[in-house]
């Protein structure tokens, strides 16, 4: 809701009747919509309805098979070609997928290298900087989370809070254009989503563009320009924070929020 770098008609990614299909039931089906850069957008919405799956489609982890997704102009995952569409190159969808930051609920670090090891390996071996310039990189991002004095630490001596601000730590050092984030703090210890929400309320004051499927509603209240809600695959809502929480748009969303709070 801070919302100050928010450009309205600059979408970086437009999702366009995206459907995903797992043997006999739709996991998404018909979603549609729009994130311009410097936005904020949470996407609430009961287990199993499609967030998860959603977020895997906009950088191909999950291949879609009905619809388009567009970041930065550019196909996500196929190529049209004389009137047909065709699955792309894996070195274009890598390509695309450098772009995107993802932060995962479970923080998956690699376990036998430092922080700082874990910072600097995507941008030296996936984006080809230099270890020096990756070093900087990484503690600038350090510093981003508070966590400069941890940088030569393995992973199993932080708790999940500093594990879950090195993985945002990392997916910053790749300089994303956004960054998706699937229940960042559902796997900590109540005690450790605070911190962990606090990084990435900096990041959305910053003007990072963040989808984040989250279960903290307060926090998708406070942080989010907008609010998707899915259920059953489908897209419910998509309205500014403030008018969804003011009114929420149906009686079951309405349910669902109470039970949330
Ligand atoms: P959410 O993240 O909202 O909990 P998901 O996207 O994980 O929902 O799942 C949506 C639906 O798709 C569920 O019914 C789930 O069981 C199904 N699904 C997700 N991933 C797979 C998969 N790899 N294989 C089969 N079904 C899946
Ligand atoms: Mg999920």
Same mark, same amino acid.
């Given at each position: 809701? $801070? ?20 043997? +006999?039931?739709?996991?998404?089906? *018909?979603?549609? =919509? ?6 904020t ?5 009961p ?16 291949? $879609? ?9 550019r ?18 969808? +890598? ?8 932060? =995962? ?15 600097? &390996?995507?941008p030296v $071996? ?5 270890? #020096? ?7 600038? +991002? ?6 400069? $004095? ?14 879950q601000?090195?993985?945002? @730590? ?9 960054? %998706?984030? *699937? ?5 900590? #210890?109540? &005690?450790?989503?605070?911190?962990? %929400? @606090?990084?990435?309320?900096?990041? @959305? ?12 509603? +307060? ?5 989010? #320009?907008?609010?998707? =809600? ?13 008018v969804?929480? !003011?009114?929420?748009?149906? !009686?079951?969303? !309405? ?7």
């Open positions: 809701m $801070y919302g100050t770098m928010t450009a309205p008609d600059n979408p970086l990614l437009v999702v366009e009747n995206v459907g995903k299909r797992f043997s +006999a039931s739709f996991a998404i089906e *018909d979603v549609s =919509f729009k994130l311009n850069r410097g936005e957008v949470a996407i609430l919405g287990s199993g309805s499609g967030k998860t799956t959603m977020l895997r489609c906009i950088n191909f982890l999950t291949p $879609y098979d009905s619809g388009t997704i567009r970041v930065g102009g196909l996500v995952g196929y190529r049209e070609e004389g009137g047909r569409c065709l699955r792309e190159k894996e070195a274009n969808i +890598a390509d695309i997928r450098k772009r995107i930051g993802f932060v =995962f609920q479970r923080f998956n670090l690699f376990p036998h290298r430092t922080v700082i090891q874990n910072l600097t &390996e995507g $071996y996936v984006l080809g900087l230099s270890v #020096d310039a990756a070093i900087e990189r990484a503690r600038r +991002a350090l510093d981003l989370v508070g966590l400069r $004095y941890k940088e030569n630490e393995w992973p199993d001596q932080l708790s999940g809070g500093q594990q601000r090195v993985g945002i @730590a990392r997916a910053l050092c790749m300089e994303p254009d956004m960054i %998706l984030f *699937d229940e960042a703090t559902s796997s900590l #210890d109540p &005690e450790l989503v605070g911190e962990v %929400l @606090a990084v990435i309320r900096d990041l @959305a004051l910053s003007g990072m563009t963040m989808l984040l499927v989250t279960h903290e509603i +307060a926090f998708a209240r406070e942080v989010a #320009d907008r609010i998707l =809600f899915m259920e059953n695959g489908r897209l419910l809502a998509d309205q500014p924070a403030e969804f929480f !003011a009114a929420p748009p149906s !009686a079951r969303i !309405a349910q669902f929020l109470a039970r949330s709070m």
